[in-house]
């Protein structure tokens, strides 16, 4: 039992380790290829980071986790729900403007605003919900589609109602009592962990109990392994893609509340685009997992704040963060299947032996 145990535990971390080593490989020949030094590189990736990139990246690590949760009730039930982009976008847009329009004083504001962007990305996610199990589109399809017409609505807005500035638009800033004070763990100067980063944190937990706790999350992941065992069983196939997709919509619309409630204070110049993209990466790095995703939400936090260094320390692009982050996923999903490949031949080759063992002791 002691051995089967050690076997599984060294296979579930085999595929981790396959993938980190490919992904420095991969990352050190481009490297090499573009006439630079990789030592430089991984010394200036992996030094110490300052004060005011840790804090950025435990800010990062709340958005990008966030979004994979979000891309993750998706991907458990089946759905590729790639419009975490749009869904964020309008919902983020949506939330600004309630606070920032100023009909609710201090934290009923916030409140209100963070409830609007929730119905606001639900809603959103739910279009391509009701095509898929009313038309039979593929929530791919209408996602992408949707990804689109969400950012032209939102500049489309933005322009005709938004606030002028010079050469930039936004929309109106929210009072100061509607803005959320964080904590420095570092000197004023460093920046503050914005306080609504803590989302992140009931995200996380919530959807580890809704896997684990509830009927829900039996039927959704029931659903996405079998849709024709599941309806067997008593599931509404159609009901729970249309819950899923409310779901991770509800769940994308927090995606950029803390960055807009903790120093952005309006849709602007300041919105920060692709954490959907991200997310959908981080939510595949971490096997749509909790605990798998945070691993991922940090080193792609990790990843994209250390790399502000490279401009100032090596002559390397920073853009090369992203084809290592971009390795790491490929590497990961790869280093999985092969994994699960392997370990169902191991399975198989210890029932064959345990069956011969009984076979010649009964003979």
Do not use: C
Request: hydrophobic share 50%.
């Amino acid at each position: 039992m002691n051995r089967d145990r050690l076997r599984r535990i060294a296979l579930a971390l085999l595929a981790p380790a396959i993938a980190v080593v490919v992904s420095v490989v991969v990352t050190s020949l481009v490297i090499l290829a573009a006439g630079s030094a990789p030592g430089d590189f991984w010394s200036a990736m992996f030094s110490n980071p300052l004060p005011r990139i840790r804090v950025n990246i435990i800010n990062q690590t709340a958005l990008i986790y966030t979004a994979a949760v979000a891309a993750a009730i998706g991907f458990r039930m089946g759905l590729f729900n790639i419009g975490l982009e749009g869904q964020y976008t309008i919902a983020s847009f949506a939330a600004a403007s309630f606070a920032g329009a100023a009909y609710l004083g201090g934290f009923l504001n916030v409140a209100v605003a963070v409830l609007i962007a929730i119905v606001v990305g639900a809603s959103w996610s739910g279009i391509a919900g009701i095509l898929k199990t009313t038309r039979g589109v593929s929530e791919v399809i209408s996602t992408i589609m949707l990804n689109a017409i969400a950012v032209t609505l939102v500049g489309y807005l933005l322009t005709r109602y938004g606030v002028r500035e010079g050469n930039t638009v936004r929309t109106k800033r929210m009072p100061e009592s509607s803005t959320l004070t964080g904590f420095a763990p570092y000197e004023a100067r460093d920046g503050q962990v914005w306080a609504l980063s803590v989302i992140a944190i009931f995200v996380g937990v919530g959807f580890w109990i809704l896997l684990n706790k509830t009927r829900f999350g039996f039927d959704l992941r029931a659903s996405g392994q079998s849709q024709t065992a599941a309806l067997a069983s008593g599931i509404n196939p159609k009901r729970m893609i249309l819950t899923s997709m409310l779901l991770s919509g509800g769940v994308a619309g927090l995606i950029w509340l803390p960055a807009l409630f903790g120093g952005a204070e309006s849709y602007g110049t300041s919105f920060q685009f692709g954490l959907g993209f991200t997310g959908i990466a981080v939510a595949l790095l971490g096997r749509n997992q909790p605990f798998g995703m945070l691993f991922g939400a940090v080193l792609f936090a990790f990843l994209s704040a250390q790399s502000n260094t490279l401009t100032f320390s090596t002559d390397i692009s920073p853009s090369i963060v992203q084809i290592t982050q971009g390795v790491a996923v490929l590497a990961v999903v790869v280093a999985y299947e092969v994994v699960r490949r392997w370990r169902l031949r191991l399975d198989q080759h210890v029932v064959t032996d345990e069956s011969e063992t009984v076979t010649e002791a009964t003979a």
